[in-house]
């Protein structure tokens, strides 16, 4: 990987500066003998002794000149690394990468051969950082590096920009087969589980990348189409990466637009809950209902969750909202038919949050709901950021009779053997699988699969996104005891009206 340099004086400069600061001093100080004593001291001729002190002197005057010199180098390199190289991996940083970024730029253009920038972002590294500790933040970082260093081919420029964040500058003729083909093998490699020194950890990573000289020549420019590209693969997904657009734009005003929203909307009580029933598909009977957040702008109406939910928690707002969510639900379920639970949907930053079984506990005993009617539904890849931690939440939850649901199941990981080490009541089959059934024979094979594993671990099986009769007549042959979907309810409102009218005016 390319190294930088740091340009210092020349040594002819030097040479002449250390050679002049000695000469003069001997002439000096031959002036200076001469002038204040007499033709002899203590017996030697005034030749030798003023020869003795002008050589101490000239050697003195070099060896400061000399010691000048090695300062000055010295804080140049210093100020060089510190502002040249990331501490932590040795990597060019932000101000450096630009610099290269300018370099490869000005080569395209004289060359014409394309030259792509990959930006790779670790998402929630911030959140993560704090959960761990940074002591295990920087051991995950140095590994991160490692990875990335083994994956890439040699002559790539490497640069970290941020705390999760790093850039590739890679020309083309370094990519080995398709530019796809690399990222999807490096994404691979990266979302590895890390071994640090407390646990195991998972991350996920999303990747934006820009093409020179296509997509610009400014270095500024390029990095923010970079991030772009990056912030547009995070909103679709885990691991996922997109090469830059011009409408990509647009895209990030709105988030941008968001960001600036949310702690308004929050304050002003834009929320609101609507509920989505959940069904046993053999009797046909409403046994829980799953609340899922709406957020009612005055100007602009309903915003849908997948439009926020991802800024609040990159912004640290899903806090306060995730609280509200679980307390409003947990208030809420008094209106709901006694025999129905409530399921609230937990978000892998609240999830990893230091106290968040204290904050459910407190929150299930200010609001007075049964524990056993509330149900948590929780991603697999919150339980995979530190399976240890995770398990032992899922334990202490279990233990105040709270139940879990995996949620999005299947299509996080492959590895099911972490389901063992896990407390949990529920596998939520993915809409993904549920809505390619009919026409795909392998998803139906897929929701087979789950139930057959939901048995052998005896815990149940939900499956979300049903819109057709035919996909619950599939469901129920696979065995699949819960649903949920439009084909039996959308997210609506509490309709206080449908309540027994006993109940509601208990409340009061
Ligand atoms: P999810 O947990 O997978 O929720 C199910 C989503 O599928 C909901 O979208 C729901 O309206 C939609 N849906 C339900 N039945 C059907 C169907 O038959 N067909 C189709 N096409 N869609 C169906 P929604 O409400 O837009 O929520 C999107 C995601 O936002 C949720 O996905 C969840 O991950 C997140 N979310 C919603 N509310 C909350 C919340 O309070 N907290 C957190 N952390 N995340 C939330
Ligand atoms: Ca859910
Ligand atoms: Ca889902």
């Keep these: 990987m390319a190294a930088a340099t740091n340009p210092g004086r020349s040594k002819l400069?030097?040479?002449t500066t250390i050679?002049?600061?000695g000469l003069g001093s001997f002439v000096l100080a031959i002036w200076g003998?001469?002038?204040?004593?007499?033709?002899?001291?203590?017996?030697m001729p005034i030749e030798v002794i003023g020869a003795i002190i002008a050589a101490l002197c000239a050697l003195a005057a070099s060896l400061a000149a000399m010691a000048f010199f090695a300062g000055i180098d010295e804080s140049a390199d210093y100020v060089f690394n510190e502002t040249h190289f990331d501490k932590l991996t040795g990597l060019f940083a932000r101000t450096a990468m630009v610099g290269k970024i300018a370099e490869a730029a000005s080569a395209t253009a004289r060359s014409g051969k394309p030259v792509f920038l990959i930006d790779i972002d670790i998402d929630r590294f911030k959140q993560i950082n704090d959960a761990i500790g940074y002591c295990n933040g920087d051991a995950l970082i140095r590994a991160f590096t490692e990875r990335l260093r083994t994956a890439l081919p040699d002559d790539v420029v490497l640069g970290r920009l941020g705390a999760g964040e790093f850039a590739?500058?890679?020309?083309?003729?370094?990519?080995?087969?398709?530019?796809?083909?690399m990222i999807d093998r490096v994404v691979a490699e990266l979302m590895q589980p890390y071994q640090l020194p407390s646990h195991l950890q998972s991350v996920s990573v999303s990747v934006g990348v820009v093409a020179m000289p296509k997509d610009g020549y400014d270095p500024v420019m390029l990095l923010r189409r970079s991030n772009l590209a990056l912030q547009n693969a995070r909103a679709s997904g885990i691991g996922n990466w997109a090469v830059f657009d011009p409408d990509m734009g647009r895209v990030a005003d709105h988030r941008r637009?968001?960001?600036s929203e949310l702690h308004v909307a929050f304050e002003r009580g834009d929320f609101d809950l609507h509920y989505q029933p959940q069904l046993d598909l053999q009797s046909g009977r409403t046994v829980g209902y799953e609340a899922l957040i709406r957020w009612q702008h005055p100007e602009r109406g309903m915003i849908g969750p997948s439009e926020f939910i991802s800024v609040a928690e990159e912004t640290g707002m899903i806090g306060p909202i995730g609280e509200w969510v679980l307390r409003k639900a947990c208030l809420d379920a008094r209106l709901l038919p006694e025999d129905c639970f409530v399921a609230v949907n937990i978000s892998p930053v609240q999830f990893m949050t230091r106290d968040f079984v204290g904050n459910v506990a407190r929150?299930?005993?200010e609001t007075g709901i049964a524990p056993k009617r509330l149900e948590l539904e929780v991603t697999e890849s919150a339980m995979m950021q530190d399976r240890e931690r995770a398990a032992?939440?899922?334990?202490?939850l279990t233990g105040m009779g709270i139940s879990v649901a995996v949620d999005d199941f299947g299509t996080g990981y492959s590895n099911l053997a972490y389901l063992i080490d896990f407390d949990f009541h529920k596998l939520k089959i993915d809409r993904a699988f549920v809505s390619r059934m009919e026409t795909d024979t392998s998803s139906g094979a897929v929701v087979s699969t789950i139930v057959g594993l939901s048995r052998a671990l005896g815990v149940r099986t939900i499956a979300e996104g049903v819109e057709t009769e035919n996909q619950a007549t599939l469901l129920r042959a696979a065995g699949c005891q819960v649903v949920q979907g439009f084909l039996f309810g959308r997210p609506a409102p509490l309709a206080i009206d449908?309540?027994?009218t006993a109940r509601v005016a208990s409340l009061h």
């Design 13 to 15: 400069f030097r040479l």
């Design 33 to 43: 003998v001469r002038l204040n004593l007499g033709n002899q001291v203590a017996g």
């Design 392 to 396: 032992e939440i899922l334990r202490q």
């Design 19 to 21: 050679a002049t600061s």
């Design 363 to 365: 929150i299930v005993a």
């Design 168 to 181: 590739i500058l890679c020309p083309d003729r370094q990519v080995d087969g398709s530019l796809e083909a």
């Design 498 to 500: 449908e309540m027994p």
């Design 257 to 259: 637009w968001v960001e």
